[in-house]
């Protein structure tokens, strides 16, 4: 829940400067884009069988097609969850290690 609520967030609260969301996407959750009030960082997993690499670059393309800032990685090899290391069945410390560095750095850039 927490990548959409992020997305959401930064759709209806103006002083939100960065979103990262990490694998996230809700059927019900709906942002409006068009809204969103700063750049967005997508971190998802190639094996997620929820939110799969079509999905992710679908919302980049909705995120961009709303004349937004939007970077997609999609880490490959990895499923659901990569980042959380108290899951051993599914995380990955090489991804994880990358997408911190990405989420740091997103928000060094973005947020002052």
Known sequence: MGGPLARFAGCTNAPIGAVVDFYGIHPNVKPDYAKLSG??????????????????????????????????????????AFFNDERPDVYNKAAADDAWKRTVDHFRKHLK
Not at 46 to 63: F, H, L, M, T, W
């Open 39 to 80: 750049p967005v960082l997508g971190l998802f997993a190639e094996k997620d069988g929820n939110v799969n690499p079509d999905v992710a670059r679908g919302v980049e393309a909705a995120i961009r097609k709303a004349g937004k800032q939007v970077e997609i990685h999609i880490y490959p090899g990895v499923d659901h």
